[in-house]
């Protein structure tokens, strides 16, 4: 009991603390979780990161989903998750109220309008990152153009086709990608064999 | 009779807005599950998949609100998926709605992340599993990058030089720079009052 009031607690601040999302939120579970109060080991906690980022999901559910199974089983994973996004969720559902009160203010909507255009340069700035991460495997700084993926090339080609011609899902393209790349490398093993 | 007619068509009127409010309600938790196992790669992933969902499939929203609702997410805390189910699901249906759309997108991850935790050393050491989630990147980046055409071209056609500038600055400072995204918008925020008084000064001195 004193553990579970323990780990809502310390993902409690996780959720408060982590503005910004993601990869802002991994230093907080690191200093709550292994610095404050020793749940985890540091070996353990990188095994969690790695795992976190393979899988589909936010970070901190994901952590908070990890750190309380393996510590209190399934009731540890839903009080882990609670705490998370127990600030969060009030802190948004408050700002979703106002909004949705003044958005229809002339005023209101002149200063939304100049926040657009940087919202969508945030999402253009996260697409252009993967892109490069999936077509060099490192970030901006270390693009090595020997590590040039001919394979993820013509997949992205392929998809962005598919996407603005066809209108295909989203679902199917991401989940398709996966399927045919992961056949395309298998082929090209065979074929170096 | 006629009295009694109309209670009728009142009450079958709300049976129906319940009705339809129940599909609203389980749409919201169906497509938040689907596109909560779906995200990988992190939080703006996911507004690219709502925004397709939501505004071009759905029509729940409109374009502007869903820029709205991802500017709001990104200043407060939390994970970036959870803050827009909130904010998605409270403009649906209320407080209801924003528990429905929450509990739809933390279940996926809670259920892989439990199965995984098992065993997940074999997992982690899995040739094909790595291979396919370094192919399904490019993927990933196809759509985002297709979203975003649609909306560049619609913060272009406001023929507004100042928002225009400003999303190439933002673009510079996001990707090259590094600057955090909380920064980006409060400085946004800034140079949207300034407009704003700018605008009320020229006003007051037209009128």
Redesign the interface.
């Known amino acids: 009991m004193k553990l579970l009031l323990q780990l809502f607690f310390s993902f409690f601040q996780v959720?408060?603390?982590?503005?910004?999302?993601?990869?802002?939120?991994i230093p907080l579970i690191q200093d709550q979780i292994v610095n404050v109060t020793g749940l985890m080991t540091l070996e353990e906690f990188t095994?969690l990161i790695?795992?976190?980022e393979?899988?589909?999901?936010?970070?901190?559910?994901?952590s908070a989903?990890?750190v309380g199974?393996?510590l209190c089983g399934?009731l540890g994973?839903?009080i882990c998750?609670l705490g998370?996004?127990l600030?969060?969720?009030i802190?948004?559902?408050t700002?979703?109220?106002f909004?949705?009160k003044y958005?229809n203010f002339s005023?209101v909507q002149?200063?939304?309008?100049?926040?657009?255009?940087?919202?969508?340069?945030?999402?253009?700035?996260?697409?252009?990152?993967?892109?490069v991460?999936?077509?060099f495997?490192s970030d901006?700084a270390g693009i090595q153009l020997s590590n040039f993926r001919g394979?993820?090339?013509v997949?992205?080609g392929v998809?962005?086709f598919l996407?603005?011609k066809y209108k295909m899902?989203?679902?199917t393209?991401?989940?398709?990608?996966?399927?045919?790349?992961?056949v395309?490398?298998?082929l090209k093993d065979l074929i170096l064999l | 009779m006629k009295e009694e007619q109309s209670a009728a068509v009142t009450a079958e009127a709300g049976t129906r807005a319940a009705k339809s409010r129940r599909e609203i309600l389980w749409t919201l938790f169906k497509s938040m599950f689907?596109?909560?196992?779906?995200?990988?790669?992190?939080?703006?992933?996911i507004?690219?998949?709502m925004k397709?969902?939501y505004v071009d499939q759905l029509q729940w929203l409109d374009e502007?609100?869903m820029?709205?609702v991802?500017?709001?997410?990104?200043?407060?805390?939390?994970?970036?998926?959870?803050?827009a189910s909130?904010?998605i699901g409270?403009?649906m249906c209320g407080?209801l709605g924003?528990f429905v759309a929450?509990l739809g997108s933390?279940l996926?991850?809670?259920i892989?992340?439990?199965i995984?935790?098992v065993f997940?050393t074999q997992?982690?050491s899995n040739r094909?599993?790595a291979?396919?989630?370094?192919?399904?990147?490019?993927?990933?980046?196809?759509?985002?990058?297709?979203?975003?055409?649609n909306?560049?071209k619609n913060?272009l056609k406001?023929r507004r030089i100042?928002?225009?500038l400003?999303?190439?600055?933002?673009?510079i400072c996001?990707?090259?720079l590094d600057v955090?995204?909380?920064v980006?918008?409060l400085?946004?925020?800034a140079?949207?009052?300034a407009?704003?008084s700018v605008?009320?000064v020229k006003k007051r001195k037209g009128a």
């Open positions: 959720g408060l603390f982590s503005v910004g999302g993601g990869y802002a939120a095994d790695t795992i976190a393979m899988t589909p999901g936010p970070i901190s559910i994901n989903t990890f199974t393996r399934v994973a839903v998750t998370c996004i600030a969060p969720f802190i948004c559902l700002m979703a109220h909004y949705y958005r005023g002149n200063v939304l309008g100049a926040l657009r255009p940087a919202t969508v340069a945030l999402i253009g700035s996260a697409g252009v990152s993967i892109l991460l999936a077509l495997q901006l394979i993820e090339f997949l992205f998809c962005l996407l603005r899902s989203a679902i393209i991401i989940l398709g990608s996966g399927v045919v790349g992961t395309l490398y298998l | 689907v596109l909560s196992a779906c995200t990988f790669g992190g939080g703006f992933v507004v690219s998949l397709k969902k502007d609100e820029l709205d991802t500017a709001i997410t990104q200043s407060c805390p939390g994970p970036l998926p959870v803050n909130v904010i409270y403009r407080i924003s929450v933390i996926p991850p809670m892989i992340i439990s995984i935790s997940y997992f982690r094909y599993i291979i396919a989630l370094q192919v399904m990147r490019a993927g990933v980046a196809a759509v985002i990058i297709d979203v975003v055409i909306l560049a913060v406001t100042l928002y225009i400003m999303m190439c600055a933002a673009f996001a990707y090259l955090s995204a909380m980006i918008i400085t946004c925020l140079i949207g009052f407009d704003l605008n009320l």
